[in-house]
Each structure stands twice: as structure tokens, then as C-alpha cells.
């Protein structure tokens, strides 16, 4: 193997095995602490973050993206709702279905994220567009592949149920 192509292959096993991973574990710890600031759960404030980016969207669909019960998301919206960021307006097509909407225009959250993107614009000040539409394609692909790894992984629990974490097999009675 060349240099290049092993230089290459160094540099992508630090991006996977280490700089991802505390880029991710950074990147939580840090919604946490939004959430805190705001008198919100982690989950309450990326089930806001979900209303904002994809709009509108019924409980049940919201349970669906997250893995949340539906007793889940039921405690997350109320919470949501009576700290003022989300409305339930009844389904026009399904009387038993509520969509959920975000109550404000803009949210407090923004508040509180404007000093990180503004340090974040900053950073990407040092890079060329070139750099910038590499940076741009690795989140964009990476964020499709963590939701698609995401349900892989619910739907492999929700088989798994019934078996042991051990074996594998099926619990006898």
C-alpha cells in the first residue's frame, strides 16, 4: 500500500474510531445542558428540535421517528406544551389523531445556541468552499446514516424482544 493511501486510511480510522464519537458524546452532553437552561429534558428539547426542522407532525409520527411509547411522547408534548413551545390542533382527516405545532416563531433555544453557531460561523471562517462543501456533504451523509442505523437498531430490538441478551435464544418459561 502507498503512503498516500495509508495516510488515507489513518486519517479515516481516527475520524471513525475516535473524533466522531467525541464529536457525538460532545455534541450530547451540550444538548443536555441547552435542555437544562431551559427547564427541559433532553428528549422534550430534540422532540422540539425534530417540530422545527421537519414541521407539523402527529404524536404518533413523532413516536415513530424517536422509538418513544406513545405514553412517551403523550408526557413529552404535555410538557412541551404547558412550558409554551408546541400546540395540538385536532387531525382534519382523523379525529382521533392530534397535530402537533411549535407556539412560537422563535424559539427561547435559539437564545441559547446563537453563541455556539456564532463560534461555529467563526471556525468555518478557516475553511475554502471546497472544504466547506466537503464539511457540508460528511454531516449530510452522516446524519441520514445515524437515523437509518437508528431504526436498524430499534427494529432489531423490537425482534430481539423475548430472547436473552446472552444466548440469543428465547427465554423458556
Do not use: W
Not at 411509547?69 to 400546540?87: C, D, F, K, P, Q
Not at 468555518?124 to 462543501?133: K, R, V
Not at 451523509?141 to 427494529?155: E, K, P, Q, S
Amino acid at each position: 500500500m502507498g503512503a498516500a493511501r495509508e495516510s488515507k486510511n489513518k486519517l479515516t480510522d481516527e475520524i471513525v474510531g475516535r473524533l466522531a464519537r467525541q464529536h457525538s458524546t460532545a455534541v450530547v452532553l451540550f444538548h443536555h445542558a441547552v435542555a437544562e437552561r431551559l427547564g427541559l429534558g433532553p428528549t422534550d428539547h430534540k422532540c422540539l428540535d425534530l417540530l422545527r426542522e421537519r414541521g407539523a407532525l402527529a404524536g404518533s409520527d413523532l413516536g415513530a421517528i424517536t422509538g418513544l411509547t406513545s405514553g412517551a411522547i403523550t408526557g413529552v408534548v404535555a410538557r412541551l406544551e404547558r412550558a409554551g413551545y408546541l400546540r395540538r390542533e385536532p387531525d382534519p382527516h382523523d379525529g382521533r389523531k392530534q397535530i402537533l405545532h411549535l407556539a412560537l416563531e422563535r424559539s427561547p433555544i435559539q437564545d441559547v445556541i446563537d453563541p455556539l453557531r456564532a463560534d461555529v460561523s467563526a471556525l468555518l471562517e478557516n475553511f475554502d468552499a471546497h472544504q466547506l462543501t466537503a464539511i457540508a456533504e460528511f454531516l449530510a451523509g452522516t446524519t441520514d446514516l445515524v437515523y437509518r442505523h437508528a431504526a436498524l437498531l430499534r427494529a432489531e430490538t423490537i425482534s430481539d424482544m423475548g430472547r436473552t441478551r446472552v444466548t440469543g435464544r428465547t427465554a423458556s418459561k
